[in-house]
């Protein structure tokens, strides 16, 4: 069963790890460890942890937006493929942004080549929209959103 959960402190060695060594890697972005605990303390980030059967086997970072209306999904990293866990997680995010968030829009980037996960995130709702990336990323990024119904 796939659990979406707080993420704890000492998980976040086990992100570095899934962000450098799982399939995933080719399509995220690395943080080192001292950039995952700066970013965790901060109030306006979230991390939740993916268990699979009690393991862990993956993260995301969700971030608000300063304009007080959109989350970011800035990082999904699963270290098990062709499961349909990130599927199920996705779903379960967008349930979480709508219970814990009162914002009305969920945001990502996904490389322009990771045809697999931008199916996925269509299946959910996800759209194109016109973006710019930050300074310094990326150049080949593409930018999907969807709405989010906040039950607050």
């Not at 659990?3 to 998980?11: G, N, P, T, Y």
């Not at 972005?29 to 303390?41: D, I, K, N, S, W």
């Not at 268990?51 to 800035?74: K, N, Q």
Request: aromatic share 10%; net charge negative; proline share 5%.
């Amino acid at each position: 069963m796939i659990v979406v959960r707080a993420s704890r402190l000492e998980e976040l060695s086990r992100f570095t790890a899934f962000e450098t060594e799982s399939e995933a890697s080719p399509f995220v972005g690395t943080y080192p460890l001292a950039e995952h605990v700066r970013l965790l303390a901060l109030d306006h980030v979230t991390y939740l942890s993916i268990d699979d059967g009690g393991e862990l086997v993956g993260f995301l970072i969700l971030v608000l937006d300063p304009d007080g209306v959109s989350v970011e999904l800035r990082r999904i990293v699963v270290a098990r493929r062709d499961r349909g866990i990130g599927q199920v997680v996705l779903g379960e995010v967008v349930r979480y942004c709508e219970v814990h968030f009162p914002r009305t829009r969920l945001w990502l980037d996904v490389a322009r080549y990771n045809a697999r996960a931008k199916h996925v995130y269509g299946k959910l709702g996800f759209v194109p929209f016109e973006g710019q990336p930050q300074p310094g990323a990326d150049e080949d990024l593409e930018f999907m959103e969807r709405s989010l119904r906040p039950d607050r």
